[in-house]
């Protein structure tokens, strides 16, 4: 049984909270396997980088969207009415896994208003070891920073191309989340966090979604949402995307997928 109060407490306290066994094993091991089908059928694309538009058309990225574990848990944190803005494996090779400097969600986003939340699901470990998420709690309390305020970073060598300035920052008070297969970790838009390369010689998988209340406008032209749970809002003009079908020739197979077959 999750405890919903609790989770609502850490994170209004923290910035972040971890939730245990939100969906289940032979799920997530579901997750490690559509990076693998996804890394064979995009060679060229590095596993940190498989963005959104890869995704949002995708029925196993659909199925994951449908967990009423997932929803109830986002549902406490930002209100009944839900849709997905984001989402981005951000997939860790072994031995050359690159490492996501220091930010605040915030700072990248077009939304008005910034009321959104991530979720943070792990289809493989991710520890100390293999460079997991760090955040710093108590940040979330802090002013976003506007990109012309961070580094620009090489993006051949960082997840992201814009990071905090290291003077800026206490990392002795940083935490790992450490996760197993089927948790997951939520954090704030404003909580300060990033992540180390992976040197070690396991995946690091990780699935990031961002999910708004149906008030808050995408302002970015043609942006792709997905719409989940409760109601649409006519006035706030955001673009949600049909439910996919399954299609054996496009997508990864797996366990549920004839539930989208019609
Ligand atoms: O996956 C990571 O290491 C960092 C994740 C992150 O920056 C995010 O979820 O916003």
Redesign the pocket.
């Known amino acids: 049984m999750m405890n919903f109060e609790q989770i609502k407490k850490e994170y209004h306290l923290n910035g972040y909270s971890i939730i245990r066994n939100v969906i289940p094993l032979e799920l997530a091991l579901e997750v490690e396997k559509h990076v693998q089908w996804l890394k064979n059928k995009n060679p060229n694309i590095r596993p940190e980088a498989f963005h959104h538009d890869m995704l949002i058309h995708d029925p196993f990225i659909h199925h994951l969207l449908e967990q009423k574990n997932i929803l109830d848990i986002v549902e406490v944190i930002i209100g009944p009415d839900i849709a997905l803005f984001g989402a981005h494996y951000?997939a860790?090779k072994p031995l050359d896994g690159m490492p996501?400097g220091w930010?605040q969600?915030g700072s990248y986003w077009p939304l008005k208003p910034m009321k959104v939340t991530?979720v943070?699901l792990a289809g493989t470990p991710s520890n100390k070891n293999n460079?997991?998420?760090r955040v710093i709690p108590g940040t979330q309390n802090k002013r976003l920073l506007k990109p012309s305020e961070m580094k620009k970073m090489n993006i051949n060598k960082y997840?992201?191309d814009l990071a905090i300035n290291l003077d800026e920052l206490d990392t002795t008070k940083a935490i790992d989340i450490e996760l197993n297969p089927g948790d997951i970790s939520i954090?704030n838009p404003f909580i300060i966090?990033?992540?180390n390369a992976n040197t070690s010689s396991d995946w690091r998988i990780?699935l990031?979604l961002r999910y708004i209340p149906s008030t808050t406008y995408v302002k970015r032209k043609n942006w792709e949402c997905a719409f989940l749970r409760g109601k649409k809002k006519n006035k706030i003009k955001n673009k949600y995307v049909q439910r996919p079908k399954f299609n054996h020739k496009e997508h990864m197979k797996f366990n549920e997928y004839k539930k989208f077959l019609d």
Request: net charge neutral; with cysteine.
């Open positions: 951000i860790k996501v930010h969600d991530s943070w460079a997991c998420m997840v992201l954090h966090h990033g992540s990780g990031t």
